[in-house]
């Protein structure tokens, strides 16, 4: 099955500055990868996703790049604000049961 | 505008006493899912529905059991909670399963006593 594998598990930042957070994939036949932002007490939120047949997707503060060939997809969130913090995930289809597999979860923390 | 709902937000039980949390969709998704989420940890997948057909996780318990009596309503059933079941239950919908984005409920707090 699909083994997805997220770093760093926590990124304190100073509001303004960017943050990275990546995501590593064992099945090359994953094909969809989406980044969920989940705040206390409620349920993930899709952010932004990519198919395979892209390499960068961006919308606003947000973007996510994927290299298919070392098997990793990056979430990039530029000006960074006191509400980016939160829980991120990603994700990826692990196709012989075709259901999410979820990395392990990044807690962002923007510092005003 | 709620797309994927879930009742109630917040449960309380006791050890043992079975309980039920529901999710609807207006998306008229084909799948529902539930997951459980424990503090820090990702969401799990216990098992989801693809129209009528039931698909369980191979690690789930025997003690979580699930209805979708229609398109729109999923049920949770867990028969005898234990106090590690505790936990945030998540309901989500997609249109079709493997590539598809997963439009997730705001989740049920489960507190077992």
């Known amino acids: 099955g699909e083994n997805v594998e997220q770093h760093p598990s926590t990124l304190s930042v100073q509001e303004g500055d960017s943050a990275v957070i990546k995501c590593t994939y064992s099945?090359?036949?994953?094909?969809?990868f989406p980044w969920y932002k989940q705040e206390l007490g409620k349920g993930p939120q899709l952010i932004i996703d990519?198919?395979?047949?892209?390499g960068e997707k961006k919308d606003q503060r947000i973007a996510v790049t994927l290299n298919k060939t070392a098997k990793h997809f990056s979430l990039h969130i530029t000006e960074t604000q006191p509400e980016d913090s939160a829980v991120y995930f990603c994700a990826a289809p692990a196709p012989a049961g075709n259901m999410l597999t979820f990395g392990g979860g990044t807690r962002l923390m923007v510092k005003p | 505008d709620a797309m994927v709902i879930q009742n109630p937000r917040y449960q309380v039980t006791q050890f043992g006493k079975p309980v039920t949390l529901s999710c609807s969709q207006t998306?008229?998704?084909?799948?529902m899912y539930w997951y459980q989420q424990k503090s820090s940890q990702a969401p799990k997948l216990l098992f989801h529905?693809?129209?009528?057909?039931?698909?369980n996780e191979a690690d789930t318990p025997d003690n979580f059991q699930s209805r979708r009596p229609n398109t729109s309503f999923c049920f949770l059933d867990i028969r005898s909670p234990g106090l590690g079941d505790a936990a945030m239950y998540l309901c989500a919908t997609s249109p079709r399963t493997g590539g598809e984005t997963q439009y997730f409920g705001p989740g049920t707090r489960l507190l077992v006593l």
């Open positions: 990519i198919r395979s047949n892209v």
């Open positions: 998306l008229n998704h084909n799948v």
């Open positions: 529905y693809y129209d009528k057909d039931f698909n």
């Open positions: 099945d090359s036949a994953s094909n969809y």
